[in-house]
């Protein structure tokens, strides 16, 4: 039987693995090769050496969208899992222990549906339905229900940036309230009883026993709000005013991406301009997981 396993395995692998090597390896490999040319994405390649990451080097708007891509990289995971973790705990734990097991707060399972409601609608829905609500004229739903003049909420630097973070959040809080909630359901209930016969309060619950039992679902939550952060293409590109809002105010490196490739024809700068979002997005990964890291907590 152990002669037949790997021949088992191999044949099982091997038409996902091809598949991947096809579409995914190789697809980095031809960026990297391309970033190194001045291709416009037809015609002839023409390698220009590292050109494009000096030019990428001295280019204002590249700084300007990275420090959008590390606000968004700070505020993004902090927000969405400080309030998917209050949220969750609440609906799981918040209702105190009724017949010694421990409740939800009264209607804990509706909650949950609507919470998880956002995940339900495209992301290019969510940037059309709240570019509406932010709309910089009297039909805008936000400026409809404030007094006074409309305030320019996407085509302002002061709000610009703001709101795609408050929409960012908005679309990824409910996904942890579910993910979260599930992990809260796989702490045994009898840790809650003897932290309660011990006196803890509610908050002491939550900062002493259910955030350091789910910390390493926290960390891999951090590790996607913050790819999620990088990205943010969809929601830039259809709720800002002029693509990137007034001089660039909410540009990011993946709205650079698409545009230096499809409305500059830079493909060659537009892949120099992927592979540092590459090693960014990698590098990020790599040191959160590292300075995130702790012993496992046994339940």
Known sequence: MRHGKYPFIIGFLAVPVA????????????TFQLSMTSWSGLGPIKYIGLDNFTKLWHDNLFWSSLRHNLVLLIFLPLITILIALVFAFLLNVGGGARGGVQRGVWGSKV?????????????????????????SDESGLLNGLLPGEPVLWLADKRFALACILAVLVWQAVGFYVV??????????????????????????????VTVPLLWSTIQVAWVYLGIAAFDAFALVNIMSVDRGGPDGATSVISLMIYRNAFDYSQAGYASALGVVLFFLTLTFAALTLRVTRRDAVEM
């Open 111 to 135: 909650y949950r549906v609507i919470f998880f409601f956002p995940q339900l609608l495209a992301l290019a829905i969510v940037a059309v339905i709240f570019g509406r609500v932010f709309s």
């Open 19 to 30: 598949l991947y090597v096809t579409f995914v390896v190789a697809a980095y490999l031809q």
């Open 179 to 208: 993910l979260f909630s599930a992990g809260m359901g796989s702490i045994p209930n009898e840790i809650y009883e003897a932290a309660a016969l011990d006196g803890a309060t509610r908050v002491t619950l939550f900062f002493r």
